[in-house]
């Protein structure tokens, strides 16, 4: 297990509203213990990503991706 602050931290250096943030951990506590083994951080980190590449390029002029 990671430690709790460890992901914390992660979730909110994303700079995603909190709603966003609660979403991305439901979906990737698979096991619905409130905690995050190491295949359910990957999981965060997948989502995380590609909640903000999709935020960012949908600023971007069409030209840029």
């Known amino acids: 297990m990671y430690k709790l602050y ?3 931290q ?3 250096n994303s700079n995603l ?3 966003v943030l609660g ?3 439901d979906l990737s ?3 619905a213990d ?3 083994d190491r295949d359910e951080f990957t ?3 997948y989502l995380l990503c590609n909640v903000v590449v999709s935020t ?3 600023c971007l002029p069409s030209f840029m991706y």
Request: glycine share 4%.
């Open 6 to 8: 460890v992901i914390i």
């Open 43 to 45: 999981v965060v980190c």
């Open 56 to 58: 960012y390029a949908a």
């Open 29 to 31: 506590d698979i096991d």
């Open 17 to 19: 509203p909190v709603d």
């Open 34 to 36: 409130g905690l995050l």
């Open 10 to 12: 992660v979730l909110l």
């Open 23 to 25: 979403r991305v951990w």
